[in-house]
Protein backbone atom coordinates (compact mmCIF):
# COMPACT_ATOMS: atom_id res chain seq x y z
CA UNK A 1 0.00 0.00 0.00
CA UNK A 2 0.94 3.45 -0.88
CA UNK A 3 1.68 5.61 1.57
CA UNK A 4 2.87 9.24 1.41
CA UNK A 5 4.35 11.43 4.60
CA UNK A 6 4.60 15.49 4.48
CA UNK A 7 7.41 16.71 6.72
CA UNK A 8 8.73 20.37 7.32
CA UNK A 9 7.97 22.90 9.66
CA UNK A 10 5.23 24.36 11.24
CA UNK A 11 5.80 27.80 11.85
CA UNK A 12 7.21 30.01 8.89
CA UNK A 13 8.12 33.74 9.11
CA UNK A 14 6.70 36.41 6.69
CA UNK A 15 9.02 36.61 3.73
CA UNK A 16 10.71 33.58 4.42
CA UNK A 17 10.61 30.47 2.11
CA UNK A 18 8.73 27.57 2.91
CA UNK A 19 10.67 23.93 2.59
CA UNK A 20 8.45 20.32 2.46
CA UNK A 21 9.32 17.56 1.63
CA UNK A 22 6.53 13.86 1.08
CA UNK A 23 8.76 10.94 1.64
CA UNK A 24 6.56 8.36 -0.30
CA UNK A 25 6.50 4.42 0.90
CA UNK A 26 5.63 1.04 -0.39
CA UNK A 27 6.09 2.05 -4.36
CA UNK A 28 8.12 4.37 -6.33
CA UNK A 29 8.65 8.04 -7.36
CA UNK A 30 10.46 6.75 -10.32
CA UNK A 31 7.32 4.81 -11.68
CA UNK A 32 6.19 6.32 -14.82
CA UNK A 33 2.38 6.51 -15.30
CA UNK A 34 2.07 9.07 -12.53
CA UNK A 35 3.20 12.71 -11.50
CA UNK A 36 3.66 13.53 -7.92
CA UNK A 37 1.70 16.86 -6.24
CA UNK A 38 1.25 19.68 -4.07
CA UNK A 39 -2.06 20.66 -2.86
CA UNK A 40 -3.05 22.99 0.22
CA UNK A 41 -6.41 23.96 2.00
CA UNK A 42 -6.20 27.28 3.94
CA UNK A 43 -8.17 26.95 7.10
CA UNK A 44 -11.80 26.39 6.50
CA UNK A 45 -11.29 26.93 2.46
CA UNK A 46 -11.37 24.83 -0.40
CA UNK A 47 -8.47 23.10 -2.51
CA UNK A 48 -5.83 24.89 -3.96
CA UNK A 49 -3.29 23.00 -6.61
CA UNK A 50 0.22 23.88 -6.15
CA UNK A 51 2.04 22.09 -8.82
CA UNK A 52 3.80 18.79 -10.08
CA UNK A 53 7.02 17.15 -10.71
CA UNK A 54 7.54 14.00 -12.61
CA UNK A 55 10.14 11.25 -12.10
CA UNK A 56 12.36 12.80 -14.70
CA UNK A 57 12.10 15.68 -13.25
CA UNK A 58 9.95 17.97 -15.38
CA UNK A 59 7.51 20.05 -13.49
CA UNK A 60 3.82 21.65 -14.06
CA UNK A 61 3.20 24.78 -11.88
CA UNK A 62 -0.10 26.46 -11.14
CA UNK A 63 0.31 30.28 -12.73
CA UNK A 64 -0.50 32.33 -9.94
CA UNK A 65 1.49 30.46 -7.87
CA UNK A 66 4.54 29.68 -10.36
CA UNK A 67 6.89 32.22 -10.11
CA UNK A 68 7.09 31.09 -6.38
CA UNK A 69 7.59 27.67 -6.26
CA UNK A 70 10.04 24.81 -6.95
CA UNK A 71 9.12 21.47 -6.90
CA UNK A 72 11.79 19.24 -7.29
CA UNK A 73 12.65 14.78 -6.74
CA UNK A 74 15.10 13.00 -5.26
CA UNK A 75 14.09 9.38 -6.66
CA UNK A 76 17.68 8.06 -4.50
CA UNK A 77 15.74 8.40 -1.12
CA UNK A 78 12.12 8.25 -2.99
CA UNK A 79 11.05 11.30 -2.74
CA UNK A 80 9.72 14.73 -3.69
CA UNK A 81 10.05 18.41 -2.13
CA UNK A 82 8.38 21.80 -2.25
CA UNK A 83 9.79 25.21 -1.83
CA UNK A 84 7.69 28.13 -1.65
CA UNK A 85 9.05 31.74 -1.29
CA UNK A 86 8.13 35.13 -0.02
CA UNK A 87 4.89 33.74 2.41
CA UNK A 88 2.73 35.44 3.84
CA UNK A 89 -0.05 35.35 6.08
CA UNK A 90 -2.33 34.10 2.97
CA UNK A 91 -0.40 31.28 2.55
CA UNK A 92 -1.17 29.38 5.35
CA UNK A 93 -2.62 26.23 5.47
CA UNK A 94 -2.54 22.41 5.38
CA UNK A 95 -0.33 21.24 2.59
CA UNK A 96 -1.53 17.82 0.87
CA UNK A 97 1.42 15.80 -1.20
CA UNK A 98 -0.57 13.28 -3.56
CA UNK A 99 0.80 10.97 -6.51
CA UNK A 100 -1.66 11.69 -9.83
CA UNK A 101 -2.28 9.28 -12.43
CA UNK A 102 -1.64 10.73 -15.93
CA UNK A 103 -2.11 8.13 -18.35
CA UNK A 104 -4.31 8.99 -20.56
CA UNK A 105 -7.37 9.04 -20.84
CA UNK A 106 -8.01 9.10 -16.45
CA UNK A 107 -6.18 11.48 -14.48
CA UNK A 108 -7.03 11.73 -10.97
CA UNK A 109 -5.16 11.76 -7.44
CA UNK A 110 -5.27 8.28 -6.23
CA UNK A 111 -2.88 8.71 -3.11
CA UNK A 112 -2.49 11.36 -0.50
CA UNK A 113 -0.03 12.25 2.65
CA UNK A 114 -2.11 13.57 5.84
CA UNK A 115 -1.63 16.62 4.92
CA UNK A 116 0.49 19.52 7.48
CA UNK A 117 -0.40 22.88 8.63
CA UNK A 118 2.13 25.76 7.47
CA UNK A 119 1.40 28.25 9.70
CA UNK A 120 2.89 31.92 8.29
CA UNK A 121 3.94 34.45 11.73
CA UNK A 122 6.33 36.47 12.98
CA UNK B 1 -13.74 32.88 -7.14
CA UNK B 2 -13.68 28.86 -8.00
CA UNK B 3 -13.65 28.00 -12.33
CA UNK B 4 -15.89 25.27 -11.39
CA UNK B 5 -18.67 26.33 -9.70
CA UNK B 6 -20.53 24.03 -7.01
CA UNK B 7 -23.29 24.94 -4.49
CA UNK B 8 -21.77 25.48 -0.77
CA UNK B 9 -24.06 23.41 1.00
CA UNK B 10 -26.42 20.58 0.07
CA UNK B 11 -28.57 18.27 3.30
CA UNK B 12 -30.42 15.41 2.98
CA UNK B 13 -31.83 12.84 5.80
CA UNK B 14 -30.45 9.22 6.34
CA UNK B 15 -31.89 7.35 3.26
CA UNK B 16 -32.73 9.71 0.71
CA UNK B 17 -30.96 10.40 -1.59
CA UNK B 18 -28.75 14.13 -2.57
CA UNK B 19 -27.14 15.67 -5.99
CA UNK B 20 -24.56 17.96 -5.60
CA UNK B 21 -23.34 20.39 -9.32
CA UNK B 22 -20.18 21.03 -10.65
CA UNK B 23 -20.63 23.56 -13.59
CA UNK B 24 -17.85 24.72 -15.55
CA UNK B 25 -16.86 26.13 -19.16
CA UNK B 26 -16.22 24.84 -22.45
CA UNK B 27 -12.28 24.83 -21.77
CA UNK B 28 -12.60 22.44 -18.56
CA UNK B 29 -15.40 20.37 -18.13
CA UNK B 30 -16.51 20.74 -21.51
CA UNK B 31 -13.19 19.03 -23.34
CA UNK B 32 -11.78 17.06 -20.16
CA UNK B 33 -13.19 14.24 -17.71
CA UNK B 34 -14.03 14.80 -14.12
CA UNK B 35 -13.27 13.63 -10.14
CA UNK B 36 -14.97 14.04 -7.35
CA UNK B 37 -13.09 13.52 -4.10
CA UNK B 38 -14.86 13.50 -0.80
CA UNK B 39 -13.47 15.21 2.35
CA UNK B 40 -14.20 14.07 5.94
CA UNK B 41 -13.15 16.11 8.75
CA UNK B 42 -10.02 16.61 9.34
CA UNK B 43 -8.69 13.83 7.08
CA UNK B 44 -7.41 14.36 3.05
CA UNK B 45 -9.72 14.17 0.31
CA UNK B 46 -10.36 10.78 -1.02
CA UNK B 47 -11.06 10.12 -4.97
CA UNK B 48 -14.61 8.53 -4.97
CA UNK B 49 -15.56 8.96 -8.67
CA UNK B 50 -13.01 9.40 -11.86
CA UNK B 51 -13.21 9.76 -15.08
CA UNK B 52 -17.06 11.27 -14.99
CA UNK B 53 -18.60 8.47 -13.79
CA UNK B 54 -16.56 5.51 -12.47
CA UNK B 55 -16.16 4.30 -9.16
CA UNK B 56 -12.92 3.32 -7.83
CA UNK B 57 -12.76 -0.02 -5.79
CA UNK B 58 -14.25 0.22 -2.61
CA UNK B 59 -16.47 3.00 -3.22
CA UNK B 60 -20.13 2.40 -2.94
CA UNK B 61 -22.48 1.97 -5.16
CA UNK B 62 -24.79 4.84 -3.77
CA UNK B 63 -22.42 6.94 -5.40
CA UNK B 64 -22.29 7.54 -8.99
CA UNK B 65 -21.66 10.53 -11.13
CA UNK B 66 -22.76 12.00 -14.70
CA UNK B 67 -21.41 14.60 -17.20
CA UNK B 68 -23.50 16.70 -19.41
CA UNK B 69 -22.31 19.23 -21.87
CA UNK B 70 -19.84 21.67 -19.21
CA UNK B 71 -21.73 20.50 -15.86
CA UNK B 72 -21.34 17.06 -13.76
CA UNK B 73 -22.90 15.85 -11.19
CA UNK B 74 -22.31 13.71 -8.12
CA UNK B 75 -25.27 11.80 -7.27
CA UNK B 76 -25.25 9.96 -3.42
CA UNK B 77 -28.41 7.40 -2.92
CA UNK B 78 -29.63 5.96 0.67
CA UNK B 79 -27.59 8.71 2.41
CA UNK B 80 -25.80 7.46 5.49
CA UNK B 81 -24.03 9.44 9.11
CA UNK B 82 -20.80 8.98 7.41
CA UNK B 83 -21.51 10.13 4.46
CA UNK B 84 -21.20 14.02 6.06
CA UNK B 85 -18.73 15.48 4.29
CA UNK B 86 -16.88 18.14 2.00
CA UNK B 87 -17.29 17.18 -1.68
CA UNK B 88 -14.71 18.70 -4.47
CA UNK B 89 -15.20 18.23 -8.53
CA UNK B 90 -11.78 18.72 -9.77
CA UNK B 91 -10.23 19.02 -13.64
CA UNK B 92 -7.56 20.32 -15.93
CA UNK B 93 -8.15 23.84 -17.39
CA UNK B 94 -6.69 24.03 -20.74
CA UNK B 95 -6.84 27.42 -21.37
CA UNK B 96 -5.47 28.02 -17.41
CA UNK B 97 -3.19 25.66 -18.07
CA UNK B 98 -4.06 24.62 -14.54
CA UNK B 99 -5.52 21.84 -12.17
CA UNK B 100 -8.62 23.24 -10.63
CA UNK B 101 -11.24 22.29 -8.36
CA UNK B 102 -14.54 23.16 -7.46
CA UNK B 103 -15.14 25.67 -3.97
CA UNK B 104 -16.32 22.30 -2.45
CA UNK B 105 -20.15 21.56 -0.90
CA UNK B 106 -20.77 20.59 2.51
CA UNK B 107 -23.18 17.81 2.67
CA UNK B 108 -25.15 17.43 6.30
CA UNK B 109 -27.19 14.11 7.25
CA UNK B 110 -29.77 15.87 9.07
Known amino acids: QLQLQESGPGLVKPSETLSLTCTVSGGSVSRSGYNWNWIRQPPGKGLEWIGA???????DYAPSLKSRVTISIDTSNNQFSLKMNSMTAADTAVYFCARRLVTQPNHYFDYWGQGTLVTVSS | QSVLTQPPSASGTPGQGVTISCSGGGSNIGINTVNWYQQLPGTAPKLIIF???QRPSGVPDRFSGSKSGTSVSLAISGLQSEDEADYYCATWDASLNDLVFGGGTKLTVL
Open chain 2, 51 to 53: ANN
Open chain 1, 53 to 59: TYYHGGT
